[in-house]
């Protein structure tokens, strides 16, 4: 639009600034009606693609072997075993009682752990353990050998230095799992809390996949009712602080009001769901849509310090700003558009909220605002001249310093910058999570004193139906588990061979020279068969054989690796694999563990083709803005240059970056260009204007250095209040943003101005 057209567009907004906002508030309330429909998922599942590969692994590994949805207690007596009759009395009470949660298909324990031995030509099957409080000194002897000897059970049923028992509770959850989740976690937090009274001495921890679902969900509703006040009260002490009007931080609030009240209950209209990666959209939207009318309030307190009167000062500033705030918001909703890349369904919700998020604050920031600001009592301060001159001043000081300042940044970066290298671009699930979380705190204390719960399945193949029981096949089984526990990553193997070793033992008299891989198919057969028969009920051998008998499961618990790590160790299986028993591995590896640690790196490397593009598109459109290639690419300087030295800062400070790292250039980048082009576009007018590049630097200052001061304060504070979030993804992308946002306003007021000094100058 043309100077004219925008005169004409302020006059009637003016003119007619009751319509405008009965209107746009009649719109607004429309759409906020829709927030009631806002769901909140507590499916950890809801991060990943339906499409990928490591979860479509998971998923036909529970249709053979059932579900894989699981919920471990650790029971830590007061005493250094847990081989006690009150122990063991703790630990068959809590067995009994997990049967009858909802939902549970499967109870595994040390009490109920099948042991089997032989009596003569029988083979017997029974408890380990029953009725604990009536066992004998021998009795709880025999039980703790057998318990630390058995390779089921030790490293997983109780800890390898017998201080720590464990019970395993398989669920099967219907479709819609978020009741289903929130009914099961009620069940099992009351029977501990009952098992605490009954034991006042005995410590229980809750951990596991079902746990982690219910601790998504609570992380979630804690963002949306915490933050979303916290990120208010900053934004409005800081403006109100900043802007030193009450009248105008009230027309700059409600604004703010206008645009999260639409965007979330559009929201609600399309349905969706949030979890902890997307909740933070209402803080996003309202930190960026602060930004917009900061520029146009400040112009308008500007004008009127100036003497002009009040609708005067608010065309003025309409005219000043409409296409730098219409170019702002454009790049802002390119950046988060990009995360349409994401490889994670959640951040594609993020990314597409957001950018609705800042269209709704660009147009409220041409209507509303300045249909308030017309009506409110505005009256503007003094300081504001004493802030031009401060600026003008600093503006003199960079024309003064320019090539100090410009070898300095420089070298400043590039000692940043380096702290790339030392960045491993990987997660740990297990430590999402804050330690505010007892699902934290429990997970934290069952990795660190009974098992790891993170795993890695394997689908062994046999080859054909019933040809589990062939000795090639066993044997080769049995040397990948037996590969894996010799690992130092690994705390405990779960293989189909040791239940076969147990087994031929048992039949062979108890011998322990027969504790190996049965000789004849058909008899492994039989013995298998035997043993299934002998179960109790509830305690088959489905999870661990297909139903054809073609393929057996394999289960190995690791200690809490990073993604990375977890990557890796893979690899180095099914290169050992390729090599020593070669068909075994014919699908990808699954489990809950495996498609976390490839999502970080996934998601790098979709992210890596939206950011590419997204700065391309906004490099484009810089250049066509200022007509200009060489002050287009002069631009991408001091914005792509602070989200590199904050990553490489990061790298010294934390030295890991997984999900926030993937999408965090792509988010900050389109919100670091706001500054640049309000700066350029003030430069370039006192260049057309006829004054040379010294002075054009110093107009840029004096006119909107103090708006981009402000504006960069609000963003960076409202960015940085996700650093209370208790989900790691979440603060961890706030502080990155903030600090890059916090360096791209030093790259503007240091290093652009010393570039477009450098550039103009040959140029003239």
Same mark, same amino acid.
């Given at each position: 639009?043309?100077?004219?057209?925008?005169?004409?567009?302020?006059?009637?907004?003016?003119?007619?600034?009751?319509?405008?906002?009965?209107?746009?508030?009649?719109?607004?309330?429309?759409?906020?009606?829709?927030?009631?429909?806002?769901?909140?998922?507590?499916?950890?599942?809801?991060?990943?693609?339906?499409? *990928?590969?490591?979860?479509?692994?998971?998923?036909?590994?529970?249709?053979?072997?059932?579900?894989?949805?699981?919920?471990?207690?650790?029971?830590?007596?007061?005493?250094?075993?847990?081989?006690?009759?009150?122990?063991?009395?703790?630990?068959?009470?809590?067995?009994?009682?997990?049967?009858?949660?909802?939902?549970?298909?499967?109870?595994?324990?040390?009490?109920?752990?099948?042991?089997?031995?032989?009596?003569?030509?029988?083979?017997?099957?029974?408890?380990?353990?029953?009725?604990?409080?009536?066992?004998?000194?021998?009795?709880?002897?025999?039980?703790?050998?057998?318990?630390?000897?058995?390779?089921?059970?030790?490293?997983?049923?109780?800890?390898?230095?017998?201080?720590?028992?464990?019970?395993?509770?398989?669920?099967?959850?219907?479709? *819609?799992?978020?009741?289903?989740?929130?009914?099961?976690?009620?069940?099992?937090?009351?029977?501990?809390?009952?098992?605490?009274?009954?034991?006042?001495?005995?410590?229980?921890?809750?951990?596991?996949?079902?746990?982690?679902?219910?601790?998504?969900?609570?992380?979630?509703?804690?963002?949306?009712?915490?933050?979303?006040?916290?990120?208010?009260?900053?934004?409005?002490?800081?403006?109100?602080?900043?802007?030193?009007?009450?009248?105008?931080?009230?027309?700059?609030?409600?604004?703010?009001?206008?645009?999260?009240?639409?965007?979330?209950?559009?929201?609600?209209?399309?349905?969706?769901?949030?979890?902890?990666?997307?909740?933070?959209?209402?803080?996003?939207?309202?930190?960026?849509?602060?930004?917009?009318?900061?520029?146009?309030?400040?112009?308008?307190?500007?004008?009127?310090?100036?003497?002009?009167?009040?609708?005067?000062?608010?065309?003025?500033?309409?005219?000043?700003?409409?296409?730098?705030?219409?170019?702002?918001?454009?790049?802002?909703?390119?950046?988060?558009?990009?995360? *349409?890349?994401?490889?994670?369904?959640?951040?594609?919700?993020?990314?597409?909220?957001?950018?609705?998020?800042?269209?709704?604050?660009?147009?409220?920031?041409?209507?509303?605002?300045?249909?308030?600001?017309?009506?409110?009592?505005?009256?503007?301060?003094?300081?504001?001249?004493?802030?031009?001159?401060?600026?003008?001043?600093?503006?003199?000081?960079?024309?003064?310093?320019?090539?100090?300042?410009?070898?300095?940044?420089?070298?400043?970066?590039?000692?940043?910058?380096?702290?790339?290298?030392?960045?491993?671009?990987?997660?740990?699930?297990?430590?999402?999570?804050?330690?505010?979380?007892?699902?934290?705190?429990?997970?934290?204390?069952?990795?660190?004193?009974?098992?790891?719960?993170?795993?890695?399945?394997?689908?062994?193949?046999?080859?054909?139906?019933?040809?589990?029981?062939?000795?090639?096949?066993?044997?080769?089984?049995?040397?990948?588990?037996?590969?894996?526990?010799?690992?130092?990553?690994?705390?405990?193997?779960?293989?189909?061979?040791?239940?076969?070793?147990?087994?031929?033992?048992?039949?062979?008299?108890?011998?322990?020279?027969?504790?190996?891989?049965?000789?004849?198919?058909?008899?492994?057969?039989?013995?298998?068969?035997?043993?299934?028969?002998?179960?109790?009920?509830?305690?088959?051998?489905?999870?661990?054989?297909?139903?054809?008998?073609?393929?057996?499961?394999?289960?190995?618990?690791?200690?809490?690796?990073?993604?990375?790590?977890?990557?890796?160790?893979?690899?180095?299986?099914?290169?050992?694999?390729?090599?020593?028993?070669?068909?075994?591995?014919?699908?990808?590896?699954?489990?809950?563990?495996?498609?976390?640690?490839?999502?970080?790196?996934?998601?790098?490397?979709?992210?890596?083709?939206?950011?590419?593009?997204?700065?391309?598109?906004?490099?484009?459109?810089?250049?066509?803005?200022?007509?200009?290639?060489?002050?287009?690419?002069?631009?991408?300087?001091?914005?792509?240059?602070?989200?590199?030295?904050?990553?490489?800062?990061?790298?010294?400070?934390?030295?890991?970056?997984?999900?926030?790292?993937?999408?965090?250039?792509?988010?900050?980048?389109?919100?670091?260009?706001?500054?640049?082009?309000?700066?350029?576009?003030?430069?370039?007018?006192?260049?057309?204007?006829?004054?040379?590049?010294?002075?054009?630097?110093?107009?840029?200052?004096?006119?909107?250095?103090?708006?981009?001061?402000?504006?960069?304060?609000?963003?960076?504070?409202?960015?940085?209040?996700?650093?209370?979030?208790?989900?790691?993804?979440?603060?961890?992308?706030?502080?990155?943003?903030?600090?890059?946002?916090?360096?791209?306003?030093?790259?503007?007021?240091?290093?652009?101005?010393?570039?477009?000094?450098?550039?103009?100058?040959?140029?003239?």
């Amino acid at each position: 639009m043309t100077g004219a057209a925008l005169d004409r567009f302020a006059e009637t907004v003016l003119r007619r600034r009751w319509i405008v906002l009965a209107a746009t508030t009649l719109v607004m309330l429309a759409a906020t009606a829709g927030a009631g429909f806002v769901g909140v998922t507590n499916d950890y599942r809801s991060l990943f693609d339906k499409d *990928n590969p490591q979860l479509a692994a998971l998923n036909a590994l529970e249709a053979n072997y059932g579900a894989s949805n699981r919920a471990l207690i650790a029971v830590a007596p007061p005493t250094d075993t847990v081989f006690t009759r009150e122990a063991l009395r703790a630990v068959e009470d809590l067995t009994r009682e997990a049967w009858r949660a909802p939902h549970a298909v499967r109870v595994d324990s040390l009490t109920n752990y099948s042991y089997s031995r032989a009596e003569g030509d029988d083979l017997i099957v029974r408890p380990l353990v029953k009725n604990a409080g009536s066992l004998t000194d021998t009795e709880l002897e025999r039980t703790r050998v057998i318990a630390l000897d058995a390779v089921e059970t030790a490293g997983r049923l109780v800890s390898r230095d017998r201080k720590v028992a464990g019970l395993v509770i398989t669920f099967a959850l219907p479709d *819609n799992p978020d009741a289903a989740v929130v009914e099961i976690t009620d069940y099992l937090n009351g029977l501990l809390d009952k098992a605490r009274a009954d034991h006042p001495d005995t410590a229980y921890h809750l951990t596991g996949d079902v746990p982690l679902n219910r601790a998504f969900a609570d992380a979630t509703v804690d963002d949306l009712e915490t933050l979303v006040p916290i990120v208010l009260v900053v934004v409005t002490v800081t403006a109100a602080v900043l802007l030193r009007s009450l009248m105008a931080t009230l027309a700059t609030l409600a604004v703010l009001m206008f645009s999260v009240n639409t965007t979330v209950g559009f929201a609600g209209w399309l349905g969706t769901v949030f979890n902890p990666a997307n909740s933070g959209v209402p803080i996003i939207v309202m930190t960026v849509a602060i930004a917009h009318s900061i520029h146009i309030v400040a112009s308008t307190l500007a004008g009127i310090a100036r003497g002009l009167d009040r609708n005067a000062a608010i065309s003025e500033a309409i005219r000043e700003n409409a296409w730098p705030v219409f170019l702002t918001s454009l790049t802002t909703m390119i950046g988060f558009l990009s995360l *349409n890349a994401s490889d994670s369904p959640p951040f594609r919700v993020l990314g597409n909220l957001v950018a609705f998020g800042v269209f709704c604050a660009f147009v409220y920031s041409l209507t509303v605002l300045p249909a308030l600001l017309s009506v409110l009592p505005l009256r503007a301060k003094a300081l504001h001249q004493g802030q031009s001159a401060f600026f003008d001043r600093f503006g003199t000081f960079v024309v003064g310093h320019c090539r100090v300042l410009l070898w300095c940044s420089a070298i400043l970066a590039i000692v940043m910058v380096s702290g790339i290298f030392r960045l491993d671009l990987t997660d740990n699930w297990t430590k999402y999570l804050g330690e505010r979380y007892e699902f934290r705190k429990d997970t934290d204390f069952v990795i660190d004193n009974l098992t790891g719960i993170e795993t890695l399945e394997y689908v062994l193949d046999a080859g054909g139906r019933n040809r589990i029981f062939e000795p090639g096949y066993l044997k080769k089984v049995e040397a990948f588990a037996e590969w894996y526990r010799m690992q130092p990553e690994v705390s405990h193997v779960e293989a189909f061979s040791d239940i076969m070793k147990r087994l031929n033992m048992n039949m062979n008299g108890d011998n322990p020279e027969f504790y190996r891989v049965p000789d004849d198919p058909k008899l492994a057969a039989q013995f298998l068969l035997l043993y299934e028969l002998s179960l109790p009920q509830g305690r088959d051998m489905n999870n661990r054989i297909d139903i054809g008998k073609t393929a057996t499961r394999m289960t190995v618990a690791l200690r809490s690796l990073t993604a990375s790590a977890q990557r890796g160790l893979d690899a180095r299986a099914r290169a050992w694999q390729r090599t020593n028993a070669p068909g075994l591995l014919t699908t990808e590896t699954s489990g809950v563990s495996i498609v976390f640690a490839h999502l970080s790196q996934r998601n790098i490397e979709s992210m890596l083709t939206g950011t590419i593009i997204a700065m391309a598109l906004i490099s484009l459109i810089l250049v066509f803005v200022f007509r200009s290639l060489r002050i287009g690419l002069i631009s991408l300087v001091p914005n792509f240059i602070p989200a590199a030295m904050s990553l490489g800062l990061w790298g010294f400070m934390v030295g890991r970056v997984g999900l926030a790292g993937s999408v965090m250039t792509a988010i900050a980048f389109g919100i670091v260009v706001d500054d640049t082009i309000h700066f350029l576009t003030k430069y370039l007018q006192a260049r057309r204007d006829g004054r040379d590049a010294p002075a054009a630097v110093r107009t840029a200052f004096r006119t909107v250095g103090y708006a981009m001061w402000t504006t960069t304060a609000m963003l960076a504070l409202g960015f940085l209040v996700f650093a209370s979030s208790g989900f790691e993804v979440s603060w961890a992308l706030g502080l990155l943003v903030a600090l890059t946002i916090f360096l791209a306003l030093i790259a503007d007021f240091l290093l652009l101005p010393p570039l477009l000094l450098a550039v103009d100058r040959k140029k003239s």
